[in-house]
């Protein structure tokens, strides 16, 4: 494998936010908890088990770089709530993926697979480091011995990790041959994995498709002509680069996107079949011909109808919310919005469907790889996206319903919902 093969794709998510912190992520995430756990009169003697993590393990993971020097980075799995099954979350690679960062992405993948109606829990795992000036060796050699130092606490019953910032099909092919060293061949062990070791047709581009299914969705629910809108993506790695094909084959307009080197606008439409092909060969989106360049933060503020953050988290913030003029966010980053800045946008009227639901389409597709995987066998890939669309609109539509019939956020209703299972998980298996 060539070194530039892993690489790449790393330093097209990695669309870094100059936001101002308001508060940690992980409290953020439980401001957000709180608020829904009141709509469905959570008792108080649930809150600590709910918001607090099971198990969090920070290991060292020690790499011997192809200069021959030692680096030593710090490694994190959080395991959140595992009432409603085997924990599950993706793994990042990147500075930011401290211990308070996973711990918020955990927390939201308990809500997230229980409102998708998934047999998991939450988890997630990150190393701190930049893997923009790593070697392909360097990160394989990371990636294993991280799995390694974790290996006790997975399975493919127990934890099962998926792809996430900076990791891909081949990063979690890695950690499953790490896995199966020590513990037998495994494929169920993670899943994002390439099809030739046990992946599913159609994972890959599960989020960013999902997401486009909760947007057409919306649209029909709300009554928004698609064929006329707007849209503008930030971050145009797996997830927005699949959001914005799966756009363009519909024929909606996307007007604007961007990776960390800048973004590109034309407000007649991007030919994103052009820029599939430019990243793909590794070239930075600021330095294609015949559009508009203007920077991430600049796009977020555009005149468009729909924004999709696909990015990294907190890009949207107090800092930048009396600007936004979007009508409609589909968050498909983890939490790319903070509590204050969805305060002022809900009281403009900006619609926002939540990152739990509308990037729940990669977990939703990873429960599906895992089912085949425990099976043993593959579904059509038609199969899969069939699937995928009923449980994404399944669940918009759930959100959707409780939001309009109590008068809340789509965020209050996607969270309300997700905890209350939970809850009933919780109860039901005398964990309170």
């Known amino acids: 494998m060539a070194e530039d093969q892993t690489v790449p794709e790393a330093r097209k998510e990695q669309v870094v936010p100059e936001a101002r912190k308001e508060q940690g992520p992980f409290e953020a995430v439980n401001q957000f908890f709180d608020e829904a756990a009141d709509l469905v009169h959570l008792k108080d003697e649930f809150y600590d088990v709910l918001k607090t993590s099971y198990r969090e393990i920070a290991v060292q993971v020690p790499v011997r770089t192809d200069d021959g020097g030692l680096r030593v980075f710090k490694g994190y799995r959080v395991q959140h709530n595992g009432a409603r099954g085997p924990y599950k979350g993706g793994i990042r690679y990147h500075p930011s993926a401290d211990l308070d960062e996973v711990r918020a992405l955990a927390s939201l993948m308990t809500w997230k697979t229980a409102l998708m109606d998934l047999p998991f829990g939450g988890a997630k795992g990150g190393i701190e480091c930049d893997p923009t000036g790593m070697s ?3 990160i394989e050699s990371m990636t294993r011995r991280f799995t390694l130092s974790i290996s006790h606490v997975l399975g493919e019953r127990r934890d099962i990790p998926a792809p996430d910032v900076n ?3 081949q990063v979690m092919a890695w950690m499953m ?4 060293s020590r513990y037998g061949y495994t494929p169920a062990i993670v899943t994002g994995k390439p099809l030739d070791l046990g992946g599913a047709p159609g994972r890959e581009a599960a989020t960013g498709r999902g997401c486009v299914y909760v947007l057409e969705a919306a649209a029909k629910r709300w009554d928004v002509n698609l064929g006329e809108a707007t849209v503008a993506i930030q971050g145009f ?3 927005g680069s699949w959001a914005a094909r799966e756009l363009h084959e519909r024929g909606i307009k996307v007007v604007a996107v961007s990776d960390v080197s800048g973004a590109v606008y ?3 439409g991007l030919d994103i079949t052009a820029l599939l092909g430019w990243a793909g060969s590794y070239r930075p989106l600021h330095d294609v011909e015949g559009c508009d360049k203007i920077t991430n933060e600049e796009l ?14 907190e890009v949207i913030n107090r800092g930048n919310a009396d600007a936004i003029r979007a009508g409609i966010i589909i968050e498909a980053a983890n939490h790319p919005t903070t509590p204050d800045a969805d305060k002022v946008l809900s009281d403009k009227g900006v619609r926002i469907v939540a990152d739990i639901l509308a990037n729940a389409g990669g977990v939703t597709g990873s429960y599906f790889e895992w089912a085949m995987n425990i099976q043993q066998f593959r579904w059509k890939e038609t199969q899969f996206n069939t699937e995928l669309q009923d449980a994404m609109v399944k669940a918009f539509d759930a959100c959707a319903s409780f939001s309009e019939k109590r008068g ?3 965020r209050q209703a996607a969270f309300a919902i997700g905890i209350e299972r939970v809850a009933r998980a919780a109860r039901l298996r005398g964990y309170v």
């Open 167 to 169: 990791t891909n099909a």
């Open 266 to 268: 034309n407000a007649k």
């Open 408 to 410: 809340v956020s789509l």
């Open 177 to 180: 041959d790490a896995y199966s």
């Open 300 to 313: 977020l503020e555009l005149d468009c109808d729909v924004l999709i953050p696909a990015a990294l988290g």
């Open 237 to 239: 790695g797996n997830v």
């Open 136 to 138: 392909a060796r360097e």
